[in-house]
């Protein structure tokens, strides 16, 4: 965030764009908080998702990939219990 000059008051914003025929693809990126957000702190970081989003990520994990080949946030998919 610092490096990027993203606001102290931004979060990580993760939801789904989209959700007609081609289905819904799923987001994230910084974001201020919206009035229909529900709000996480997870290791000190805020996380945004829109209340309508919830089903959409609910079971999915957020991980912070640096290689070689890329560098970014990605979704895995949590194993059921």
């Known amino acids: 965030m610092k490096t990027k000059n993203i606001p102290g008051e931004y979060g990580l914003r993760i939801g ?3 959700s007609g025929c081609g289905g819904a693809s799923l987001i994230i990126g ?3 908080q919206r009035d229909s957000d529900l709000s996480y702190q997870v290791d000190g970081l805020t996380i945004y998702v829109d209340k309508k989003h919830t089903l959409y990520v609910m079971g999915k994990e957020v991980d912070f990939y640096e ?3 890329k560098r970014g946030f990605m979704f895995l998919d949590t194993p059921a219990s």
């Open 67 to 69: 290689g070689a080949d």
């Open 30 to 32: 910084f974001d201020k």
């Open 16 to 18: 789904i764009r989209g």
